[in-house]
């Protein structure tokens, strides 16, 4: 599948989704405008390569293979879903596809390196992405694990969607500094694109790309809530 029809895949079910929030019970966290990071990992992920996405993973899922299906009854809340309803739309895992994601921002960062230390133990040539928001960076633990993993040498690449909000709060608010000078200085190799990361990762170097991205809308959705009460 190309990068364009991968992009217009991922569109086409959030707009479905979106067009249907009066069946939708739980948080929703849309990834249109952030298409571009997960059609260049559709391209570059290996099938035996592992994924730990953020509370905003459908075009990650789907960047690893996952069944539009599934993920679809997931969030209707149906026990033909992913993970028979419980997860909904945030904390979603596919263990067929090392593929998991967490509603905790920053939450998985810990287990993505546990998981490449594994592999880099157990000799495997897989390599291990974690991805999250620019206020998953805002996490302690996101540079204690970036700390450990240039220390070990893990095959892992660490890849920020930077859409410059956390809610309603902007990036300059909350961070005094960029985020690759930072990732420099704690030793991660710094790619200008999402493939040249996973390469780096591949070659047992641990590696950071920043993707400046823009959300179209950055929306929790709940039919439950009035529409006064939606974020936006």
Not at 62 to 82: H, V
Not at 84 to 103: E, L, M, P, R, V
Not at 139 to 165: H, K, Q, R, S
Request: aromatic share 8%.
């Amino acid at each position: 599948m190309s990068k364009e029809a991968f992009v217009n895949r991922v569109r086409a079910f959030e707009h479905r989704l979106l067009d249907s929030m009066k069946d939708v019970f739980v948080p929703v966290h849309l990834s249109l405008g952030q298409e571009g990071v997960a059609a260049d990992l559709h391209e570059y992920l290996k099938p035996d390569d592992w994924l730990f996405s953020t509370h905003r993973n459908h075009a990650h899922y789907f960047a690893k293979g996952g069944s539009e299906q599934k993920l679809w009854d997931e969030i209707m809340g149906l026990e033909s879903g992913l993970n028979q309803g419980f997860a909904g739309s945030q904390g979603i895992s596919d263990k067929s596809i090392n593929c998991h994601a967490s509603a905790i921002v920053g939450g998985l960062v810990g287990a993505a390196a546990g998981t490449a230390y594994a592999l880099k133990m157990n000799k495997s040539k897989a390599i291990v992405v974690s991805i999250v928001g620019d206020a998953g960076t805002e996490a302690g633990v996101y540079w204690e694990t970036a700390n450990w993993a240039v220390l070990n040498n893990l095959p892992m690449a660490f890849i920020v969607e930077n859409n410059g909000m956390s809610v309603d709060s902007p990036i300059g608010e909350r961070q005094a500094t960029p985020l690759i000078p930072r990732a420099a200085a704690f030793g991660l190799r710094i790619s200008g694109t999402v493939q040249g990361a996973l390469q780096m990762a591949r070659s047992g170097r641990p590696s950071f790309h920043e993707a400046k991205v823009k959300l179209e809308g950055h929306h929790i959705y709940m039919a439950s809530m009035m529409p006064s009460e939606v974020i936006a």
